[in-house]
């Protein structure tokens, strides 16, 4: 019986593992591979075993270590463009991404192998899709009260983005896939605190989700929001525009009109 | 060029014995003449429409149209008003709404055009002869500020209230004393026991008390606290149930407890947190928790970022050094956040070892005697 199970179990191996190693690589050859590509792209900054390159200033790294920020980590940030980084600063701003799907997986595959770390979330953890349409308000609102409560403050009432100290800028979250919230969360990018499931639960970050995109879905009624960044933005527009054009109806009202050389006879 | 200005010495100048006379600030009442001739007004000039009685004609079209065309949007506006739902269509143009954008438009043109169509009549139509008013002296004439006083002083002495001291000292303490119902009314405003400073230098923390994130109310696992995280948090007695036990609150109390146990909790490298003398004990494992209140006016911060553990206060970007018991490292603040003593119970949750040692918030009077 057990050899019979072994040799089944054998011959099945053999006759599937070669199709599923061609359409997928192994998780050997993605480490492999994505170790390849770690050390023509990202070596320079995060050290050559992701152990992070200090600065001759204490404290300060080029590129921080890599050990233990995860798959979810590499996915964010190489997957929104944001690594690898046109030079060292202190914002890493959303750009073009540069590596294709197999090769971003190999590189989350071998960062993930320096130590354990948050893996790339599934679809499953940050839809709404399964949720009936009452379960899904109630997640609506329960994410805007937490994401008021932890998020506003950098990243603005409506998720539109917001300063932060010595340059840098807590980026806009409108039209951010889900999933990179989600990771973002989870791994706390650059300055970003994390979320870490012990601290916001998977369907709260899920719930959170859910706000942001109703925002997206909410029809702006009063017409445009000029970015809604606020008192910033509006004022501006009122000082420039508004206060610029009641200037230039006044001196226009003021402003001498055409004069004839021709003088009224019965003046 | 006349010169009138001769008889004016020039500064400094000597006196007649030679010695030198101070600058003379005292400004003339009345001047001699101008230093300069008035050069009057210019030649009147023309416009078009003065002289061109086809021009007048045309720039009086132009006008009606305007104020025609301004009757037609307001109509305009009254159809698109009935006619587009504020909900229905809220994309139709430049993520604008048909409702909204109708609606504007027409209302702004409407007005617009009444206001271009009377600016457009003044420049071209009314008459425009320059012409000169002179400035009316700011003060009243003399004899109107005398009558004025004569009455006033002839309403006194009538009266009588120079000549009966009596009645006008008890008048002036009546007024006075009327302030006083004024000031208690005014100090009963305060909701409830506001005047009560001891409060102001006590929260709801008590031994004990378990940290629960705000919002959703639940316990924090210390263990589940990851390097890098900010937690925004709360006391459990603001999630009163029966299993806790805590009282229910309402109302102004629950406001005021609620904007009072307001905390963040971060967890970092515990080597870089550099304690206080006597705080040593108070974190677990680099978990570290204040209050979310600026101590400058009491804004909530939660401007947190992990690298440099500065807490940045959005209101008037005060900074605070998470790592060093708070420090401020910029702006207007003056203390630095009260810390709470954490602690870890028989669980493993998060728990506070004491209430906060000393008053949360902006900066009060009374504050150094609590």
Not at chain 1, 83 to 100: H, L, T
Not at chain 1, 244 to 265: E, N
Not at chain 2, 4 to 32: I, L
Not at chain 2, 74 to 88: H, K, N, Q, R, T
């Amino acid at each position: 019986m057990l050899l019979l199970g072994l040799l089944i179990s054998g011959s099945l191996y053999t006759a599937f593992s070669p199709a599923q190693a061609d359409s997928q690589p192994s998780e050997t050859e993605q480490v492999a591979q994505g170790k390849e590509l770690f050390l023509a792209s990202c070596a320079f900054c995060h050290g050559q075993n992701g152990e992070g390159v200090p600065t001759v200033r204490d404290g300060y790294q080029l590129g921080p270590s890599l050990v233990g920020v995860g798959a979810a980590a590499v996915d964010f940030q190489v997957g929104t463009g944001r690594m690898p980084m046109a030079a060292p600063g202190q914002q890493a701003p959303r750009k073009p991404v540069v590596f294709s799907d197999e090769e971003i997986a190999a590189l989350a595959a071998y960062v993930a192998s320096l130590g354990p770390g948050p893996a790339i979330p599934n679809e499953a953890d940050y839809s709404i899709d399964d949720l009936s349409e009452e379960e899904r308000q109630e997640a609506i609102s329960r994410g805007g009260q937490i994401f008021l409560t932890n998020c506003t403050a950098c990243h603005n009432f409506n998720g539109a983005g917001g300063a932060m100290p010595r340059g840098g800028y807590a980026p806009s979250l409108h039209g951010v896939e889900p999933k990179y919230i989600f990771e973002a969360m989870l791994t706390g990018p650059q300055q970003m605190p994390n979320f870490s499931n012990g601290n916001l639960s998977p369907e709260e970050k899920r719930d959170v989700i859910a706000y942001l995109g109703s925002l997206e879905e909410t029809p702006e009624y009063a017409g445009f929001t000029l970015g809604g960044l606020g008192p910033v933005s509006e004022g501006l527009f009122a000082w420039v525009v508004g206060i610029g054009g009641l200037v230039g109806a006044a001196v226009w009202i003021a402003s001498h009109t055409t004069r004839s050389k021709k003088s009224k006879v019965n003046a | 060029m006349s010169n009138d200005n001769s008889s004016t010495p020039k500064h400094p100048v000597n006196a007649p014995d030679g010695t030198p006379v101070p600058y003379d600030t005292h400004v003339p009442t009345h001047r001699e003449a101008e230093p300069i001739a008035d050069p009057g007004l210019p030649a009147h000039t023309w416009r078009p429409t003065d002289v061109d009685p086809k021009a007048e004609k045309r720039a009086e079209r132009q006008i009606a149209a305007m104020f025609i065309a301004a009757m037609i949007s307001a109509i305009l506006f009254v159809v698109a008003y009935f006619s587009f739902e504020v909900g229905d269509n809220w994309d139709t143009f430049a993520g604008l709404g048909a409702s909204t954008i109708t609606l504007g438009l027409t209302l702004g043109i409407s007005l617009l055009l009444i206001g271009t169509g009377i600016i457009h009549l003044a420049r071209k139509l009314m008459a425009d002869h320059e012409m000169v008013e002179m400035r009316h002296p700011a003060a009243s004439p003399q004899e109107d500020r005398d009558a004025t006083v004569q009455a006033l002083n002839d309403g006194l002495a009538e009266a009588g209230i120079g000549r009966r001291p009596l009645v006008r000292n008890t008048m002036i303490g009546a007024v006075g004393v009327l302030g006083l119902p004024a000031v208690v009314l005014l100090r009963d405003l305060a909701p409830g026991d506001a005047l009560d400073i001891d409060k102001l230098g006590n929260t709801i923390w008590e031994p004990g008390m378990r940290l629960v994130r705000d919002v959703v109310g639940t316990p924090i696992l210390a263990s589940e606290v990851e390097m890098g995280d900010l937690i925004n948090g709360t006391a459990e007695a603001m999630f009163p149930s029966e299993e806790n036990g805590y009282p229910e609150l309402h109302g102004a109390e629950e406001q005021a407890e609620k904007a009072k146990a307001a905390i963040i909790v971060v967890r970092m490298d515990p080597d870089e947190i550099t304690p206080l003398e006597g705080r040593e004990k108070w974190t677990v494992d680099g978990i570290i928790c204040y209050s979310k209140i600026c101590t400058h006016v009491g804004c909530p911060i939660s401007l947190y970022e992990r690298t440099t553990h500065h807490v940045l206060c959005p209101c008037h970007q005060s900074t605070f050094d998470l790592a060093d018991h708070a420090r401020v490292v910029f702006g207007p603040a003056a203390r630095p956040l009260p810390q709470l003593p954490l602690a870890v119970d028989d669980e493993g949750y998060l728990v506070a070892q004491s209430d906060f040692t000393e008053p949360i918030g902006a900066s009060f009077w009374e504050r150094e005697k609590l």
